[in-house]
């Protein structure tokens, strides 16, 4: 009895497939039908295939570089047609100046009259007659030279193939494969099946493979650093990380430099300058960028509420009476207010006018403070500085409040 349940058993497993499993298998059968068709050479049908392929799965990675080979193919195919057709005229012409050059030759050419004694007087034959073969020879529209002519027409026997498409398609099924380290005992599979499929060689493997695993190695540390700075912060930790993603001690040194780098420019801090009067907009946007701030300048409030809704600076500096806007100084601080991105971040108001009414109103409204033009470079400098910083232990306070005490 067991032995006669097991079969059955067996065929309802096989039939108990999910639509997504049943959908890979259809898949599976169509991809194996264009390759097929592509051996055959028959690419327009195996294009027609490859398209519902992608209809039942849009993203599947062997679509795409089988559509790619086909469209390599057919270019192949479209430049070795033309280079075919060129032979054949080469050689009817070949045919055709061999079979001139072993006809009987035509008569002389005569430059003065011939008289022959029992014949009437032959007739004028100029020297600008030319003989059947020198005649088909001016009406080419190449040099009369046949090595020359026959050289013009060879065809391109070391035409590079241009192999981009297939590479970048195999780069990027790299790149998704090493995103989260080593790979699996499947992806291997998988990524030797494509190998074979786009005939990548060993040594372009090896090349694109190291590219790949060192940007995935750099992309998991940034992301550690953002999320979680204190698990790089051993040794052990980082070893087990380079293991993963293959990456060597020295390999890791060079990536660790280009963070640095990169980490330390962005520390600049971030300034939104706003200013009509042009001039000392752009003698701000200099000192400021000279003194280590990454500045944007912009001269109406228009412009920089319209920045603010998709960028989010460290500090903003602005002027109170903007004649070439819609919003002065002080409008423009409570719109700021409203954007939640931004309605914490340190705001300074830089204005010429002393009247003591305007001053009160701009530091009554909440503005981090109010400066006095004209003002030296060094007290701007260190103003900003001291705001930032102080908005900076601010935030630490409030993302990493102190304990409550317990009473004893």
């Given at each position: 009895?067991?032995?006669?349940?097991?079969?059955?058993?067996?065929?309802?497993?096989?039939?108990e497939?999910?639509?997504r499993?049943?959908?890979?298998?259809?898949?599976?059968?169509?991809?194996?039908?264009?390759?097929?068709?592509?051996?055959?050479?028959?690419?327009?049908?195996a294009?027609?295939?490859?398209?519902?392929?992608?209809?039942?799965?849009?993203?599947?990675?062997?679509?795409?570089?089988?559509e790619?080979?086909?469209?390599?193919?057919?270019?192949?195919?479209?430049?070795?047609?033309?280079?075919?057709?060129c032979?054949?005229?080469?050689?009817?012409?070949?045919?055709f100046?061999?079979?001139?050059?072993?006809s009987?030759?035509?008569?002389?050419?005569?430059?003065?009259?011939?008289?022959?004694?029992?014949?009437?007087?032959?007739?004028?034959?100029?020297?600008?007659?030319?003989?059947?073969?020198?005649?088909?020879?001016?009406?080419?529209?190449?040099?009369?030279?046949?090595?020359m002519?026959?050289?013009?027409?060879?065809?391109?026997?070391?035409?590079?193939?241009?192999?981009?498409?297939?590479?970048e398609?195999?780069?990027?099924?790299?790149?998704?494969?090493?995103?989260?380290?080593?790979?699996?005992?499947?992806?291997?599979r998988?990524?030797?099946?494509?190998?074979?499929?786009?005939?990548?060689?060993?040594?372009?493997?090896?090349?694109?493979?190291?590219?790949?695993?060192?940007?995935?190695?750099?992309?998991?540390?940034?992301?550690?650093?953002?999320?979680?700075?204190?698990?790089?912060?051993?040794?052990?930790?980082?070893?087990?990380?380079?293991?993963?993603?293959?990456?060597?001690?020295?390999?890791?040194?060079?990536?660790?430099?280009q963070?640095?780098?990169?980490?330390?420019?962005?520390?600049?801090?971030?300034?939104?300058?706003?200013?009509?009067?042009?001039?000392?907009?752009?003698?701000?946007?200099?000192?400021?960028?000279?003194?280590?701030?990454?500045?944007?300048?912009?001269?109406?409030?228009?412009?920089?509420?319209?920045?603010?809704r998709?960028?989010?600076?460290?500090?903003?500096?602005?002027?109170?009476?903007?004649?070439t806007?819609?919003?002065?100084?002080f409008?423009?601080?409570?719109?700021?207010?409203?954007?939640k991105?931004?309605?914490?971040?340190?705001?300074?108001?830089?204005?010429?006018?002393?009247?003591?009414?305007l001053v009160?109103?701009?530091?009554?409204?909440?503005?981090?403070?109010?400066?006095?033009?004209?003002?030296?470079e060094?007290?701007?400098?260190?103003?900003?500085?001291?705001?930032?910083?102080?908005?900076?232990?601010?935030?630490?306070?409030?993302?990493?409040?102190?304990?409550?005490?317990?009473?004893?």
């Amino acid at each position: 009895m067991i032995s006669q349940n097991m079969p059955q058993q067996n065929f309802q497993s096989m039939h108990e497939l999910t639509p997504r499993d049943d959908n890979k298998k259809i898949i599976s059968e169509v991809l194996k039908r264009v390759d097929q068709l592509i051996r055959k050479g028959d690419l327009d049908c195996a294009q027609r295939e490859i398209i519902k392929a992608k209809e039942l799965d849009p993203r599947n990675v062997y679509a795409f570089a089988l559509e790619e080979r086909i469209s390599t193919l057919k270019t192949e195919f479209e430049c070795t047609k033309i280079e075919t057709e060129c032979s054949e005229d080469i050689k009817r012409l070949d045919e055709f100046i061999q079979s001139s050059v072993t006809s009987e030759p035509s008569q002389p050419v005569a430059k003065t009259l011939s008289i022959s004694p029992l014949s009437r007087p032959a007739p004028i034959v100029t020297s600008t007659t030319l003989d059947p073969l020198e005649a088909t020879f001016s009406s080419l529209p190449f040099e009369r030279s046949t090595d020359m002519a026959i050289k013009d027409y060879e065809p391109q026997q070391d035409r590079v193939v241009d192999r981009s498409i297939e590479l970048e398609s195999y780069r990027k099924t790299l790149a998704e494969m090493w995103y989260d380290g080593a790979l699996t005992v499947d992806e291997k599979r998988r990524l030797n099946e494509l190998r074979t499929l786009l005939e990548i060689t060993d040594a372009e493997h090896e090349g694109i493979e190291k590219n790949v695993k060192r940007e995935c190695y750099k992309s998991v540390i940034i992301r550690q650093l953002s999320n979680n700075p204190i698990s790089l912060s051993d040794a052990k930790s980082l070893s087990n990380l380079r293991d993963a993603f293959q990456i060597s001690e020295e390999e890791h040194v060079q990536i660790q430099t280009q963070l640095m780098n990169v980490f330390q420019h962005k520390q600049r801090s971030k300034i939104l300058v706003i200013d009509d009067d042009t001039r000392l907009l752009e003698l701000l946007e200099a000192s400021l960028e000279d003194n280590g701030f990454d500045v944007t300048a912009l001269s109406t409030s228009d412009e920089a509420y319209a920045l603010l809704r998709k960028f989010v600076p460290d500090l903003i500096l602005c002027d109170i009476n903007l004649e070439t806007s819609t919003m002065g100084g002080f409008t423009f601080y409570e719109k700021v207010q409203e954007l939640k991105n931004v309605q914490s971040i340190p705001f300074v108001f830089l204005s010429g006018l002393t009247d003591e009414v305007l001053v009160r109103t701009g530091k009554e409204l909440g503005v981090d403070d109010y400066l006095m033009k004209p003002i030296s470079e060094q007290t701007l400098v260190s103003t900003l500085r001291g705001k930032l910083k102080r908005f900076k232990q601010l935030k630490k306070a409030v993302e990493n409040p102190m304990p409550t005490m317990v009473a004893a």
